[in-house]
């Protein structure tokens, strides 16, 4: 390997390599019979939302969890009482024959903490509020005056520690970018590197300590923050020699639904990519055992990836794993530069004789007034191939077609070519403001790169057969990069006869993990007829159109609809999540770009909304406290007016809008 190569992975050394999977090899970490990191496969688990008080319905719940294949089930233990009960818990589990392992999840609680750990097979703290408790001050500390929190820190933690050694207890140290210390935040900021340092401080002194049965996680409800985060624990367990302790994977906060789904496989699925992650948790606002197939069709993804298509070694020059930069391209018409990302519809395979064939395509046509109504997630290309539109596509809509047909009709047409590159190079026509190349990184010749990069009309659309297609479309970014193309790139990707659960994970994390890496100015789902035959061509191409902007909402590249932070509920929920985040999201789901957190308690309440716009939160048995950001403005609201509550503060804020009657 070019020395170049070894230097430049040596400054983003994350994982093995850029190019051919392999996951990190991790020390093994006991936890009760399933064993988790080395060569184990990645475990899936999940968190119980009943109270814990209730020893009938949490053991029900994890025997449902259980069944549905969790293999490690979480249980809060808010204070002593809770964290007592789950010794009966787990002696009702073994006497009904299931012997899954425990986790105790702890927040603030110290004395909690160290009773679990005598009944548990595992504790997970969070740094962030073990030992602290968040009053939002920022604080100048000097050096000594910081060490001497590391101190105080180290006596609240000990104990725990030494307990875990003494049981044969494992131990989550558990970052959550939301509840970082006012400590870290005032040192470090609201950012990757201190959600690593909060978690390194509790880890340097279990290595002091000689414990090293430890998961580290570095949870957001970003799936950027959390990606970057991730990828700089790893780095920075590697520069200070510390064990390769497994990592524990999570979007918290998610949500629900589609949403839900896209934000979890982008941020889970995109470290996987890279072999990185010993156990997932996705965290949907519904039912626990609705989170397992997800996590499968996630995690299986993996099982026999190591067997994939060679793709040469990269220099990383350019790449920034650990912060987000846009990839620098120029722009052609109105793809590239500092335009959003474009959505261009697959149609290859279908016709568009009539307009309200657009209407799956976020293009709605009302017969009445003879007008389109173009919504925010109206797709912005049709890809047409042989068969052009039968019809004059509305103002917002530019289509794309075949070169071999287009050169027949460029004349008389407002269309596009699309070229394979034996084509581009060989063409006796081209449009004269843009050109499309659809190729992958076997096309990507010398005499390709060197036309290319003097042709300011080009448009690269890029697709990939490799069974570890999200590295080698990496890959040809980087060498694009290399040799300073800035020609603007489409991410197309096709996945062949898959079910809709299997597109949307899938393509979540492979596209919406080049975007969060700041790649691509456009995304494109290759329509597949075969996918399933209970659907119609209809269906998919809504479906592929929805599954597109939100992987856009989700890489927090394209805002086209209200965003929604959720927490999945546990024992320590004070309201049902379920019933209101539905009857909120009902009411609001037409503000595009505001974000609004629902939270069940306080623990996932300001500090966990992180980057909310407006917080729901429970603060009491039928009692809501309502936040603008980080700052509270009503307390204790009866839960019957509180969602009515939440939206007169945004008519307050002046940001409400009405919602447009519907022509469907």
Known sequence: MPASVNQANSLIKYCNSLTRYSRRLTREVKIGDIPLGAHHPIRVQSMTTTDTLDTEATVAQVIRMAEAGCEYVRITAPSVNEAR???????????????????????????????????????RINPGNYADKKKFENIRYTDDAYQSEIDRI????????????????????????????????SRYGDTPLGMVESALEFLRICEDLDYHDIVLS????????????????????????????????????????????????LGIGVLLEDGLGDTIRVSLTEEPEEEIPVARYIVNRYTGRGVHAPIPEVNGNGYHPFIFERRKTREVVNIGGKNVPRVIADLCN??????????????????????????????????????????????????????RTWQYIHENSLSYPVYNPVEYLNATHTHPDMNFILM????????????????????????????HGYAEQRRLFLELMENQ?????????????????????????????????????????????????????????KFNNETCFGILQAARSRITRTEYIS??????????????????????????????????CIVNGPGEMADADYGYVGSG?????LYRGKEIIKRNVPAESAVDELINLIKTDGRWIEREMSLN
């Open 621 to 625: 048995k039928g009692r809501i406290s």
């Open 440 to 467: 992958n990184i076997h096309d990507l010749s010398a005499e390709l790169i060197s036309r290319i990069g003097i042709d300011r009309s080009v448009v690269l659309i890029i697709t990939t057969e490799n069974a």
């Open 85 to 123: 009960n789950l010794e009966n818990i787990k002696k009702e589990l073994r006497r009904r024959g299931c012997t899954i392992p425990l986790i105790a999840d702890i927040h603030f609680t110290p004395n909690a903490a160290e009773l679990a750990a005598r009944i548990v097979q595992k504790v």
């Open 154 to 185: 180290r006596e609240k933690f000990i104990p725990l520690v030494r307990i875990c050694k003494e049981y044969g207890t494992a131990m989550r140290i558990g970052t959550n970018h939301g509840s970082l210390s006012d400590r870290i935040m």
């Open 485 to 541: 193309i800035d020609s603007p790139v489409i991410i197309a990707r096709e996945y062949r006869r898959l079910s809709k659960d299997e597109v949307l994970i899938y393509s979540s994390t492979d596209i919406g993990g080049l975007l969060a890496d700041g790649f691509g100015d456009g995304i494109m789902l290759i329509h597949d007829f075969n996918a399933s035959n209970t659907l119609s061509s209809n269906d998919w191409l």
């Open 218 to 265: 570095m949870k957001a409800s970003n799936p950027l923050v959390m990606i970057q985060a991730y990828r700089l624990l790893v780095n920075k367990l590697d520069a200070e020699d510390m064990q390769p302790y497994p990592l524990h994977l999570g979007v918290t906060e998610a949500g629900d639904g589609q949403d839900g789904r896209i934000k979890s496989a």
């Open 567 to 600: 927490c999945p509920s546990c024992g320590r929920t004070l309201f049902d999540l379920q019933v209101t985040t539905s009857a909120i999201r009902k009411l609001t789901d037409h503000l595009k770009g505001v974000k609004i957190a629902i939270m069940g």
């Open 350 to 403: 279908c016709t568009l004789k009539e307009y309200a064939d657009l209407c799956p395509l976020g293009h709605i046509y009302d017969p009445e007034t003879d007008k389109f109504r173009m919504n925010d997630s109206g797709v912005d290309f049709v890809y047409t191939g042989n068969s052009p539109a039968a019809f004059r596509l509305p103002a917002g809509i530019k289509e794309l077609v075949n070169y």
